[in-house]
């Protein structure tokens, strides 16, 4: 599982993190990606980024599919204390409670945050 | 599950986020400046008093050290590297920054 | 047990670099098998041999080294990592090599445990 924290752009925890998703998603590994804390804000509609000179990535994001990377999923609280709804998500993803994802995480082999 | 905080409760909210997805025994470990969210008497005190009821909650001896923090929260139990390895064997491990 | 260790930070500016060392020798003492250190992020910077702190201060880089050559640990950039931040093949110290992200999901396969150390 691949735990995405950080917001895109102002570091590069994020575009790294995909990196290695894409990677491990080509080496047929079983993946969920979740996003929690400034995480959500990867997945943020209208990004923009031609005016701060660092390639954008959101819509990679939207490719994850076509990886067999079936399982996103965003933490409602996060989400919700940005102001933010699924509506305002370039991609579909599950929205779960904090203890729906503590579940998933206490299932997996490895966790590696972003 | 091993939970694993490195950052000062004072300047990130890694630690707050963090409990939200622990579940009941799993045991947290404070690392590195995670640690001052241990020193008795602070602000996260409470909250430790409250982890403490259904979690174990450990920190880095060395660390604590380095820090100069001698007096934990009550319950809380300092380990060094080879806790920490101890704690590895016997859970997966999820490292929170 | 086998044991794999992810350091997504570079040396000095945090202490990950140094809790992740730290860790590998306990693990090694009580005689546990750390397979592997990969390097990500920052982490790559850990294993130039340009490096050269003050004499009174620890070398990171030498460090790696030396746990490396004594206990057989694979120290391993990230190629891709590597080439953003200017590591190649040139400046690794002994023990250190670069490769893909691909030994990264090996190695987490492999080992019982995979622990990450980043800030």
């Known amino acids: 599982m691949h735990v995405l924290r950080h917001a895109p752009h102002g570091t590069i925890y994020t575009y790294e993190g995909l990196e290695m998703i894409l990677i491990m998603a080509a080496y047929e590994q079983d993946l969920s990606v979740v996003f929690i804390g400034d995480g959500v804000y990867a997945l943020k509609k209208g990004q923009d980024t031609s005016g701060i000179g660092i390639k954008g990535f959101s819509k990679t994001f939207m490719a994850l599919d076509g990886y067999d990377v079936e399982k996103l999923y965003i933490d409602s609280v996060s989400l919700a204390e940005r102001g933010l709804t699924a509506d305002d998500l370039v991609v579909d993803v599950e929205v779960l409670d904090a203890e729906e994802i503590g579940r998933l995480m206490k299932e997996q082999d490895v966790i590696i945050h972003h | ?97 | 047990m086998k044991i794999g260790i992810l350091l997504k930070e570079g040396p000095y500016n945090h202490q990950a670099s140094d809790t992740a060392f730290k860790f590998a020798e306990a693990a090694i003492k009580k005689g546990h098998t750390v397979d592997a250190v990969f390097l990500y992020n920052d982490g790559v910077t850990n294993v130039t041999k340009l490096m050269d702190p003050p004499q009174d201060d620890r070398n990171i880089a030498a460090r790696w080294s030396e746990l490396s050559k004594k206990h057989g640990v694979e120290i391993l950039a990230c190629i891709a990592a590597s080439k953003r931040r200017g590591i190649s093949d040139d400046v690794l110290v002994e023990g250190s090599a670069i490769t893909g992200l691909g030994t990264l999901t090996d190695i987490a396969i492999r080992n019982d445990r995979l622990v990450t150390f980043g800030d």
């Open chain 2, 1 to 97: 599950m091993l939970h694993t905080i490195n950052k000062s409760p004072f300047e990130k909210n890694t630690f707050e986020t963090c409990i939200r997805f622990v579940l009941p025994g799993d045991p947290l470990l404070f690392i590195e400046d995670g640690v001052y969210a241990v020193q008795s008497g602070n602000r996260f005190s409470p909250a430790i008093k409250r982890v403490l009821e259904t979690n174990p909650v450990f920190a880095l001896g060395p660390d604590l050290d380095a820090r100069g923090i001698t007096a934990l929260s009550e319950g809380v139990e300092s380990v060094d590297y080879d806790g920490f390895v101890a704690l590895v064997e016997e859970h997966q491990v999820n490292s929170w920054f």
